[in-house]
């Protein structure tokens, strides 16, 4: 590979990136307020033709993968943010509920149809650091030792769906919702007596 040739790849590699996240958020948005929204009108959005859309993902199912290993992505850097070793079981949790606040169109489009009947086997796999919080909330005394770590998580993505609805339908401010949603976190999963 000659010296010129490195930075043409680059430029490619990284106009490859845009275009592909360009079609991402362009799905988030359109997909959000119609889940039934086309492949041409979602290429549309991003500002690229249908066909580049189809080079990156074939299928639709390829663009909701895509999408939910974004999701899962940014659900990874969500809980570093939250510091989920710092502080009690119970501040802990307040913070990762914060934090997951912020990704709601992007779980709700990629986890469109998440129903209660799919597999909570994987609750394990998937959020070992967020179940391990709340066994250190119920050792440390700030989460209520009768609330498995299994029914905190499942109430937690419960929540937050509640909270991004009210966003999403105007019926609370951002700032208003997620103040609920602390608030309600907070009192469901406090000892009782504290």
Do not use: N
Request: glycine residues 4%.
């Amino acid at each position: 590979m000659t010296s010129t040739e490195e930075p043409i790849r680059r430029d490619r590699s990284q106009s490859m990136a845009r275009t592909r996240r360009a079609i991402l958020d362009a799905a988030v948005e359109m997909l959000r307020h119609d889940p039934a929204a086309s492949m041409a009108a979602i290429a549309e959005t991003a500002g690229t033709a249908r066909s580049t859309l189809h080079r990156y993902f074939p299928e639709r199912s390829d663009l909701i993968a895509a999408l939910r290993e974004l999701a899962d992505e940014q659900v990874t850097r969500a809980t570093e943010r939250a510091r989920l070793g710092e502080g009690t079981g119970s501040e802990a949790l307040m913070r990762v509920c914060q934090e997951y606040f912020e990704l709601d169109e992007l779980i709700a489009v990629a986890y469109a149809d998440f129903t209660q009947g799919d597999d909570l086997d994987s609750l394990e796999d998937m959020d070992a650091e967020l179940l391990a919080l709340v066994e250190r909330g119920h050792a440390d005394g700030t989460i209520d030792s009768t609330l498995s770590p299994e029914w905190i998580h499942i109430l937690l993505w419960h929540l937050l769906d509640a909270t991004w609805s009210m966003t999403a339908t105007r019926r609370a401010t951002k700032h208003e919702a997620l103040t609920l949603c602390l608030r309600t976190l907070d009192k469901l999963t406090t000892p009782s007596g504290r």
